[in-house]
């Protein structure tokens, strides 16, 4: 890359801007991930508890 050119800062903001924007995107993919696994974690521990008690009552 030429660093003479005119349009060097437009470029270098771009890039800035493209790099800001992806750690932003898979930053919320990983808070997202941890979320569901969370809730898959939650949901497991409740149908355990509802299949114990199922078969307690048999």
């Known amino acids: 890359m030429d660093f003479s050119a005119p349009h ?10 493209s790099a800001v924007l992806l750690l932003a995107m898979s930053t919320m993919i990983v808070m997202r991930s941890r979320r569901a696994d ?21």
């Open 8 to 17: 060097v800062d437009f470029v270098i903001i771009c890039y800035v801007v």
């Open 38 to 58: 969370r809730q898959l974690a939650k949901l497991e521990t409740e149908r355990a508890k509802w299949r114990a008690a199922k078969t307690a009552t048999r």
